[in-house]
């Protein structure tokens, strides 16, 4: 095999355990859960399929901790809350690691963009009392629109008036992603990821358009990442020093699309320093280019201020297709590790193929993947290779 992309087919180690390369699958909703959050066989066969494609850690679709203050996002996610999940998430985790590959769960809590189905009737909670502006549907599924009642061809998807969670209401909401851990490893996860990207709730905190909190969890760089904090230093409790713990964050969310922090580059520094003593094993920048920072006055991308700024290494996500992509980006002090999201969606043989240095033609990622990858992705690419095995670099 030629030796290409050196950088990202090197190991890393994060928390201890040693990873097989640079490259992250990123996570990605898939909605694939039985109705009270069971994962299922499918989605054992679908991480299964990507660890076995070369990837060195799967970060798994967004998953609820606890069935309270409407943590629960999406209908059919997957939940990490009874036996029966514990029990349906080993299956995976055992596929993921029969193949080399690491896998860490990543916990959330929709917060204000919970979706109003499952809050029974409920407000949604918030840092602040706002409304989401809502959200366009990315998906083309017509039993989707259906259910939620909406038409056309990119509908919106509407949310009610938050409230403010309140600070004993916060402590609560830690302790559910602690508890949470703790059966993630029980499940025989590496580790966890605390989801503080994409407009969920500890989005909502992160970031100052959502956060008008006067108290400690709000007002200023460093007391919007208190609630980050505060959930490592007890999920840190939970699960110990030898489980990996990562912190998604982005500026855009699901409702703030092209979402860019006010203060730009200056509040991303600010923010990576407030989280250097967080205990976080690595800081996972979460965009669809991260390249593109969104702040006129710089053009040094968000993850290389960030990371210079928390000391913490970081995995890159957004816009990276290309081994070439990759390579440089972790080659430019951007990224410790990157993390693919759409291409090894649609490729699970995405690190086989960008080792292998062959040609491939890439397609085009298009919103109907979302329901489905689209070829028969049942054998390994290039055809022949049924297995590869991977040369362990350790
Ligand atoms: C269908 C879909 C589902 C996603 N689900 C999640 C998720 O559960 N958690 C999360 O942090 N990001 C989620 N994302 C964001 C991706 O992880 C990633 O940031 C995005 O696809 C950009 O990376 P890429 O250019 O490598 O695809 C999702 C993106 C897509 C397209």
């Known amino acids: 095999m030629a030796e290409v992309y050196k950088r990202l087919f090197s190991p890393y180690t994060l928390a201890g355990q040693t990873i097989r390369n640079r490259i992250a699958m990123a996570p990605l909703?898939?909605?694939?859960?039985?109705?009270?959050?069971?994962?299922?066989?499918?989605?054992?066969?679908?991480?299964?399929r990507r660890a076995r494609g070369g990837a060195g850690l799967i970060i798994t679709e967004g998953t609820y901790e606890e069935n309270k203050l409407g943590c629960r996002a999406?209908?059919?996610?997957?939940?990490i809350v009874t036996a029966k999940h514990v029990k349906a998430w080993r299956k995976v985790t055992d596929a993921v690691h029969a193949h080399d590959c690491r896998i860490i769960l990543q916990l959330m809590h929709g917060g204000r963009v919970s979706d109003p189905r499952?809050?029974?009737?409920?407000?949604?909670?918030?840092?602040?009392?706002?409304?989401?502006?809502?959200?366009?549907l990315y998906t083309d599924n017509d039993y989707e629109k259906k259910?939620?009642?909406?038409?056309?061809?990119?509908?919106?998807?509407?949310?009610?008036?938050?409230?403010?969670?309140?600070?004993k209401e916060i402590h609560a909401v830690a302790d559910g992603f602690a508890d949470g851990a703790k059966r993630a490893v029980e499940a025989g996860f590496d580790g966890v990821e605390i989801h503080g990207a994409n407009?969920?709730?500890?989005?909502?905190?992160?970031?100052?358009?959502?956060?008008?909190?006067t108290d400690e969890f709000g007002g200023s760089p460093e007391n919007n990442v208190r609630f980050a904090k505060l959930v490592a230093e007890k999920v840190r409790r939970a699960i110990g020093k030898k489980k990996i713990i990562t912190l998604r964050i982005s500026q855009d969310g699901v409702d703030d699309f092209v979402g860019a922090w006010p203060g730009g580059v200056?509040?991303?520094?600010?923010?990576?320093?407030?989280?250097?003593?967080?205990?976080?094993d690595a800081l996972h920048w979460s965009s669809f280019n991260y390249l593109d920072n969104r702040d006129a006055s710089s053009p040094?991308?968000?993850?290389?201020?960030?990371?210079?700024?928390?000391?913490?290494?970081?995995?890159t996500n957004g816009g990276i297709a290309e081994g070439a992509q990759a390579e440089a980006a972790l080659k430019s002090g951007a990224a410790d590790m990157v993390a693919i999201g759409r291409p090894i969606f649609a490729h699970p043989d995405w690190p086989y193929i960008v080792r292998s240095g062959q040609p491939y033609p890439w397609c085009d990622f298009?919103?109907?993947?979302?329901?489905?990858?689209?070829?028969?992705?049942?054998h390994a690419y290039p055809l022949g290779l049924t297995d590869p095995k991977w040369p362990t670099d350790r």
Request: charged content about 20%.
């Open 300 to 315: 040094v991308p968000m993850p290389t201020v960030i990371r210079k700024a928390s000391g913490l290494p970081i995995i």
């Open 199 to 213: 407009g969920y709730l500890l989005w909502q905190f992160i970031n100052p358009k959502t956060n008008q909190r």
């Open 118 to 136: 499952v809050l029974g009737g409920k407000a949604p909670v918030s840092a602040s009392a706002t409304q989401s502006p809502g959200w366009t």
């Open 266 to 280: 200056k509040y991303a520094a600010a923010i990576g320093k407030a989280l250097k003593d967080s205990g976080y």
């Open 29 to 48: 909703t898939r909605q694939m859960a039985e109705a009270d959050g069971t994962p299922t066989g499918e989605m054992v066969a679908y991480y299964a």
């Open 74 to 79: 999406y209908l059919s996610q997957p939940g």
């Open 366 to 378: 298009d919103r109907k993947y979302v329901i489905r990858p689209p070829l028969d992705y049942a």
């Open 147 to 167: 259910i939620r009642n909406i038409e056309g061809a990119w509908p919106k998807v509407t949310f009610g008036p938050a409230r403010a969670l309140t600070v």
